[in-house]
């Protein structure tokens, strides 16, 4: 099983490496950053290994992700930069969560929708999916509701007031920066329709 599993084990860690990495590099003056066009892919191959193997496969998917990521935030944990480390608790904690949490429920709505159109369970899962790991990692990671102590200081420029979407009233920081990384990961989900049709079709032509 774990040999079956192999390319979208490694798919999926690429992504997350490459998404912690490339979460360094900023687009639009600091609205987005070049990972936030990669973390999303995760989902299709979470989608793809669901469809082609099954929900139990989908998640030890899911959870050898989950492991690169900590890896990942340990190895930036140890990184300074001019203000601190390159990836701070707080965010470690939410980046973390968001992404267990977001690609569980991502499995159980496709296993529960998988009988219907090929679209339905890939496309309401991903938005679903989406939607709620924005929503966790940037209240955990940047929201002045939550508090982890000395490790709050690390996030405190993203609770500064600033114009919504860089235009409209005044808001945190972070709620413009979550709503602007939201909007990608759903353009992203359209997008990733395609090929998991393209996939899907050749593995099944492939078995036949």
Request: aromatic letters at 12%; charged letters at 10%.
């Amino acid at each position: 099983m774990t040999r079956t599993l192999l390319p979208g084990i490694i798919a999926m860690a690429l992504i997350v490496v490459s998404s912690n990495i490339l979460v360094q590099f900023l687009l639009l003056d600091g609205l987005l950053t070049w990972g936030a066009f990669t973390y999303p892919f995760a989902f299709l191959v979470t989608d793809l290994m669901n469809r082609i193997y099954g929900t139990a496969a989908a998640r030890r998917v899911v959870f050898v992700g989950f492991l690169v990521g900590i890896l990942c935030s340990l190895i930036g944990s140890q990184i300074m930069l001019e203000f601190g480390p390159a990836v701070p608790l707080r965010i470690a904690v939410a980046s973390g969560t968001a992404f267990l949490v977001a690609q569980l429920l991502d499995v159980a709505i496709f296993s529960r929708l998988r009988d219907g159109a090929w679209w339905r369970a890939p496309l309401v899962s991903s938005l679903l999916g989406s939607t709620v790991d924005t929503a966790l990692f940037f209240f955990i990671a940047f929201s002045a509701a939550l508090s982890f102590g000395a490790a709050d200081a690390a996030v405190t420029w993203a609770q500064e007031p600033a114009p919504f979407l860089m235009a409209g009233p005044m808001a945190p920081l972070w709620v413009t920066l979550a709503v602007a990384d939201w909007g990608v990961k759903l353009f992203i989900a359209l997008i990733a329709l395609i090929p998991f049709r393209i996939i899907i079709t050749s593995v099944r032509q492939t078995a036949a």
